[in-house]
Every structure is written in structure tokens, then in C-alpha cells.
């Protein structure tokens, strides 16, 4: 018997998109291949619907298509978990009650963990509260290399190494998307700063493109099977990423097979026939009425005056299914869940191992809450919280701990803690004062200081104009320091310029911004109840000026176009290559144990299956305290054909070690790992000659090194 249509429809509205059983068409079979399904919906779809399913109808909303049972579908940020509900029309929040989550770390922090094992745990923890929101598309983890410290979205991201950031996004999308969500890999490309993102032409040559900028969208593609990806505000080699023909349809869907489907960032489509025909599958966020966005009525006239082939439109409607059918839009989805003490404490794992030890003079820390009788805390990051800044990756957090709560609840009676706020925005004149007399009336002073999401810091849609701590922060540290010799400096947010007092502080921890757990994981590793395991993932300059794009004058571009002269020698390509000092080097990060590395052995594969080659070495815990070193690995050759950097990360293992024990790392190495693209003969080689592996605990940090010879020089396939 027929369901009314009307009872259809009301169902289908409410986003519940079954069937009837007796009326299931083959789409709605799960049983049948997704490829099967998608033929046999848009086969059925009018053009009026294959049209609503490939532009938006609200901000984060396509509409639901009653009569198909296509249910309305929903996008939303971000890639630190489940973004309040925004809109629908605008971007003011809803202010729902029912829309706090779990906020995990920044995306820097979650690469500083270099565990693809935590990164997977995040991606799942936001894939469940994802569908407990009803949420069918999530717009993360963004990617962008950090091609120079004042992005103001470096800490969305994952650092300087296109191949760290391929493992820790490859690792967050196989969790997320196992939860029958899609992931969204942003900003497809070359989006490394804010100043003018809605229309700066980015202009490199084809090797940063392929071995710098593109090879994490790359692994999100090849390997983690990334069902979405933004295009990004930029323009690339003149045309707009979010419709760019070289980036999305050679490269993307050509090359690398994309099977998902393109959306544009918000508001970054800006021509119809460039959407129609350049590889865009879903306009989102145009600021016009939404049937004047580009994929809509312009399309459909020049679709129906032959301008634009039915083919056309067809594939991009078939990626749009594709993407429904292989995330369960339309079959029995996991309910989610939302707010559980199981996502708090992925997030404080990864604010644990995401916090990076800088320095630890004397042994300064871990403080004993045996011997320690008193704390000053100081500074406003030590009340100030951050999960709901930084725009789109904003979250309203279920709660958040700050660092003053954080420490007080491990303190409890025993300790006395004071808090003082030293610097800030709205602060006496007498701050400082304040806070270098508490710090002298106590045992131990913490400063708790860095950046925070206000524009012009760490915030989406503004560049920070300079690398310096702001609110005088230098002389308050440098006050502090003086009065109690025994401050501990914690930085909030991205990379700041220490030199006007990193001599003078014993201890240094970054923890850039945490989430909600936070102020737990700190207090956790400043007690030592954990041991701190992070690494940095890009380079600390001593100075802005060091840093390559700064020292080129290749930053932040004039007259609408920057060119990224630095090619190839991003980060520590660039400090290792050009023999440059940095702050601290890329894959930085003390432990309150130390660990030393031994026997590297190259096991040469066998022919020609499998690795070229496998590391072997072992490392071993020699001190008191269990912990864990992040084993890792760079290439050199000796003499390439073309130019290549110093070295590069081509592979990383975190190894967990009690006190006292040792374990053999094996880090496996194909052709790959010894490539480099050569625009000549369009795609990598792998060159017959000499290459040296380097072992280390970061990248200036290198325990052990061994020769290895390639006899033949080899096309690679990647
Ligand atoms: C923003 C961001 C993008 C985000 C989108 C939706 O401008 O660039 O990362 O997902 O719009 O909020």
C-alpha cells in the first residue's frame, strides 16, 4: 500500500529518508553497489533536482528531496569538533542549547603528538558527535603548510611537513569517516595566509606544488579516502582554486582519481562557467540569493541552451550521491554520541601529547606537590579560554578547563596557589608589579603567556603582523624570571620570538591551544603525572626575518599575487639547508626521561617487492621515568640532478618505553622516500646515486646515520 504522498514527504523532510519497503527501489537497497545506486537515483532526478543537490540552500544546508527520500543534508565545521549550529541564512549563531561539544586541540597540537594513533581517536570522537548533531559532511582537518609563522591559521593546521601532515590526516579521516560521516580536506591549495584570502593569486613553481603543498591532499586522497575536499579563496597560477581546472580537474580527479566531490570554501565561487566546467561539485556560502548562486538558475540556462553539457552536470550530481551512498545517507547510521567522558578524555590525550617540553634546565620540572608550597600563576592565558575563538573552527565547548582550574584541582589544600594577571588587554599599569611581587612570595612562578584568537593572533581571516609576544609580555617574563629564578613559561597559540628572555627561564612548554581539556592535561604535565611526548612540527625562528618567505621578501605578496620564491625550502628545508640557527628546530620536544638511539641496520628488500629499504635501530629509555621519544627519520642525497633541501621527513615512529627498556624501530622506506618530482619528465624519480638515512629525535637532533645507494634511477608510481 502506498504511503501518501503528503506522510512521504513530512518524513522524508525530517531528514528520515526510508521508503516504503514495498515500494524500494534499487538506491535504497544497501545491499546493491554504491555505484549501482547512484546510476539508478540519477536516473530518476529531474534537472530542477539534480540542480538543489550541487549548491547550497542555506549556510551549511542542501535541500532534502521528498519525493526521492534524499534527506536534508548537513555540512559543518570544523576540523576541532562539531561547530555550533550557525544560520541558517546567516552567520550569527542559533544560540541552541543543544549544540555544545567536545573540543579537542588545535590542529597543531594534534600533529605536535605525532601519533596518527591519537589523530585517529580525534577523527572518530568527532565522527560520533557529528551524527548525534545529525551532521552528514565535516569540513576538517585542514592542512595548509605553515609557510610562514604569521598565517593567522597555523593552528588549525599541521605544520611545515607536507609528510607529517599527511600520516596525522590520513589517521583523523579513516577515524571520522568510519562513523559513516564524510571528512572535508581544506584548503585544495596553496591557502598559507589570510591577508587578502578571498583573492590573492598564489604563483610557484611545479616542485613546491608536488612536494610541498599538494602531497598531504594527496595521501587525504590516495590513502585515507577523504570523501570531500574545500577548495580553497585563493587563486592559483590566476584562477580561483574553488574552480580551478589544473588543481581540480588534472590533478585531483585526473591524476590522482578523486572519486568524492569538490565543494567550494564560503563564497570562493565566483564565475559559472569556471564552476560548471573546472571541477566544482557543490557551492557553498555565495553571498547572493540562492538561486542566483553560480550552480544554479546561470547553470541551468546554459545547460538548457547547450552551453554546458547534461554530462557535465550528471557527474557532478554523481559525486554528490556518491558521497550520500557511502556514508549511509540513506541506510542505518550509527546514533553517535555527544559529550561523553570517552571524547574528554581523547581530548585530554591529545592535549597531553600534543604539549611540546621546549627546555628543562635542572631538571626544573616536573614539579614535586610534595616539595612545591606555593605557585604564582601569571598571566591572562591562565584564566583566559580559548576553544570557542579562532572563527570557523570555533567549538562551544561542553566545558573548558582553564590553567588556574586545571592546577587548583591538583593542588588542592596543599599547595598555595595565586594567580596574578600580569599582562592582557584590560589591565593596570601595575600588572607587572603585581606579578613580580607574587612570583618572589612564592616557590614557583608559572607564566602562563603565548597568543590567544583575537584577530591579528591566532584567528582565521587576518595575518598576525609580527612574531612578537604582544602586552609586553617580554618584560614581564623577563621581570618575572629575575624576581623567582624558578619560572616555568607556558606559550598558548603559534610561534613567538623568545630571545629577549629564553636564556634567562629554566622551562619552556607549548601547548598552543589545548581544548577543553586543557587546563587538566598542563596541570598533568607540570605535576608529572604525565610525561610530556610532543614535538614541534614546524620551525622556531629566532627571528620573523629568518624565516624564508620573510627573509625573501616573499611574504605576503603585492599588487594581488605572491610568489612563493622559497620553492622547496619551506621550515627546516630552508634553516638545514641554508645552515640557519633556528629557536628551536622542527621535531623538537624534551621528555622528562631521556632516550638513546642505537644499531641502525638498513635491511634491503627483496626483489623488488615491498620496501626498498627498512630502518632498524634501537631506542632505548635510560631514565627513571617511563615516556616516549618520537623515533625520527630523514633522507639526504648526496647529489640529486635537480636541487633538493638538506634533508626531508620520510618517516616517524612514537614509541612508548617504560624506564629502562628498549625496543627495535622498523621504519620500512619504498621508492617514494628517496623521490623528488621533476617537472621534465612530469612525475618523481627516484635517482640511482647516494642518499644517507638519518636518525634522530628531531630534525637537528640526529643520533645516527647510514649510507644507502639506489643502483638504478626509477619513474616512481605514487
Ligand atoms: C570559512 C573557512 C572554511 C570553513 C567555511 C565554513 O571561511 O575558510 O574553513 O569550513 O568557511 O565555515
Not at 550541487?54 to 543534508?73: C, M, Q, V
Not at 559543518?76 to 544560540?95: A, C, F, L, M, Y
Not at 586522497?221 to 584562477?239: D, H, I, L, P
Not at 556514508?327 to 550509527?334: I, K, L, N, Y
Request: proline share 6%.
Amino acid at each position: 500500500m502506498k504511503k501518501p504522498l503528503l506522510l512521504l514527504s513530512a518524513l522524508a523532510a525530517l531528514g528520515s529518508a526510508t521508503m516504503p519497503a514495498d515500494d524500494k527501489p534499487l538506491y535504497m537497497d544497501p545491499a546493491q553497489p554504491v555505484e549501482k545506486r547512484v546510476d539508478d537515483l540519477l536516473a530518476r532526478m529531474t534537472l530542477e533536482e539534480k540542480l538543489s543537490q550541487i549548491h547550497a540552500n542555506s549556510k551549511f544546508t542542501t535541500p532534502a528531496i521528498p519525493r526521492l527520500g534524499i534527506p536534508l543534508r548537513w555540512l559543518s565545521d570544523g576540523p576541532h569538533g562539531v561547530r555550533e549550529d550557525i544560520g541558517p541564512d546567516t552567520w550569527k549563531p542559533q544560540n541552541r542549547t543543544d549544540d555544545f561539544a567536545t573540543a579537542m586541540p588545535a590542529g597543531i597540537a594534534l600533529a605536535s603528538t605525532w601519533n596518527p594513533e591519537v589523530a585517529y581517536q580525534v577523527g572518530e570522537a568527532i565522527g560520533q558527535e557529528a551524527r548525534a548533531r545529525g551532521k552528514d559532511i565535516m569540513l576538517g582537518p585542514g592542512v595548509n603548510i605553515l609557510r610562514t609563522p604569521l598565517c593567522g591559521r597555523n593552528f588549525e593546521y599541521m605544520g611545515e611537513d607536507p609528510y607529517l601532515a599527511g600520516r596525522m590526516a590520513v589517521a583523523y579521516i579513516k577515524g571520522e569517516q568510519a562513523q559513516n560521516v564524510a571528512s572535508c580536506i581544506k584548503h585544495f591549495a596553496a591557502n598559507n595566509e589570510e591577508f587578502q584570502r578571498m583573492s590573492i593569486n598564489v604563483e610557484m613553481d611545479e616542485r613546491p606544488l608536488r612536494e610541498i603543498y599538494l602531497p598531504a591532499f594527496e595521501a587525504a586522497v590516495k590513502e585515507g579516502g577523504v570523501w570531500t575536499v574545500m577548495g580553497a579563496y585563493n587563486k592559483f597560477r590566476g584562477q580561483f582554486a574553488s574552480h580551478n581546472d589544473y588543481l581540480l580537474n588534472k590533478i585531483l580527479k585526473g591524476e590522482w582519481n578523486f572519486q568524492g566531490l569538490v565543494m567550494s570554501d564560503w563564497a570562493a565561487t565566483h564565475d559559472t562557467k569556471e564552476a560548471a566546467l573546472n571541477g566544482l561539485d557543490l557551492e557553498m556560502g555565495t553571498d547572493k540569493p540562492y538561486n542566483e548562486f553560480y550552480l544554479a538558475d546561470a547553470y541551468r540556462d546554459g545547460l538548457k541552451d547547450g552551453t554546458y553539457p547534461m554530462s557535465g552536470l550528471d557527474d557532478k550530481v554523481r559525486r554528490n550521491l556518491r558521497v550520500m551512498f557511502a556514508t549511509g545517507v540513506f541506510d542505518q547510521r550509527p546514533p553517535g554520541s555527544l559529550n561523553t567522558p570517552a571524547h574528554q578524555a581523547v581530548a585530554r590525550r591529545a592535549a597531553e601529547e600534543g604539549t611540546v617540553l621546549l627546555k628543562n634546565d635542572k631538571a626544573i620540572l616536573p614539579l614535586d606537590p610534595d616539595k612545591v608550597k606555593s605557585i604564582a600563576i601569571i598571566g591572562e592565558n591562565g584564566i583566559r579560554l580559548h576553544a570557542h575563538g579562532g572563527d570557523s573552527s570555533g567549538i562551544k565547548a561542553f566545558y573548558e578547563i582553564s590553567p588556574v582550574e586545571g592546577i587548583l584541582r591538583k593542588a588542592g589544600s596543599k599547595i598555595n596557589v595565586t594567580y596574578s594577571a600580569g599582562y592582557g588587554k584590560e589591565i593596570g599599569p601595575d600588572a607587572i608589579d603585581r606579578a613580580v611581587a607574587a612570583a618572589k612570595n612564592a616557590d614557583v612562578a608559572v607564566i602562563m603567556g603565548g597568543l590567544n584568537h583575537d584577530p591579528g593572533f591566532d584567528c582565521e581571516g587576518h595575518d598576525r603582523k609580527d612574531m612578537k609576544l604582544p602586552y609586553q609580555q617580554d618584560e614581564l617574563i623577563r621581570r618575572v624570571v629575575e624576581a623567582n629564578p624558578k619560572t616555568i613559561v607556558v606559550l598558548f597559540g603559534t610561534i613567538v620570538e623568545m630571545e629577549e628572555w629564553i636564556a634567562k627561564v629554566p622551562a619552556v612548554l607549548q601547548t598552543w591551544f589545548p581544548g577543553m581539556e586543557g587546563g587538566n592535561a598542563l596541570a598533568n604535565i607540570l605535576f608529572g603525572d604525565v610525561n610530556p611526548s610532543g614535538k614541534i612540527p614546524c620551525t622556531f625562528p629566532k627571528v620573523l626575518a629568518d624565516s624564508p618567505a620573510h627573509k625573501l621578501g616573499a611574504y605576503p605578496g603585492k599588487d594581488g599575487t605572491v610568489t612563493y620564491d622559497e620553492g622547496l625550502l619551506v621550515g627546516y628545508r630552508w634553516f638545514d639547508t641554508k645552515k640557519v640557527d633556528p629557536q628551536f628546530p622542527f621535531g623538537h620536544g624534551l621528555s622528562y626521561t631521556s632516550f638513546k638511539y642505537s644499531d641502525l641496520k638498513l635491511v634491503e628488500g627483496k626483489d623488488g617487492t615491498g620496501p626498498v629499504v627498512t630502518a632498524e635501530f634501537v631506542v632505548e629509555n635510560t631514565g627513571k621515568r617511563d615516556g616516549a621519544e618520537v623515533a625520527q627519520l630523514y633522507i639526504h642525497q648526496a647529489k640529486p640532478a635537480l636541487e633538493r633541501p638538506f634533508q626531508e621527513l620520510k618517516g616517524f615512529k612514537k614509541v612508548f618505553l617504560k624506564a629502562g627498556e628498549k625496543q627495535t624501530v622498523s621504519i620500512p622506506l619504498d621508492l617514494t622516500a628517496f623521490s623528488y618530482y621533476d617537472p621534465a619528465k612530469g612525475g618523481w624519480i627516484a635517482e640511482e646515486g647516494a642518499f644517507t638515512v638519518r636518525v634522530g629525535g628531531s630534525s637537528r637532533d640526529i643520533a645516527l646515520t647510514a649510507p644507502f645507494k639506489l643502483a638504478k634511477t626509477t619513474l616512481v608510481k605514487r
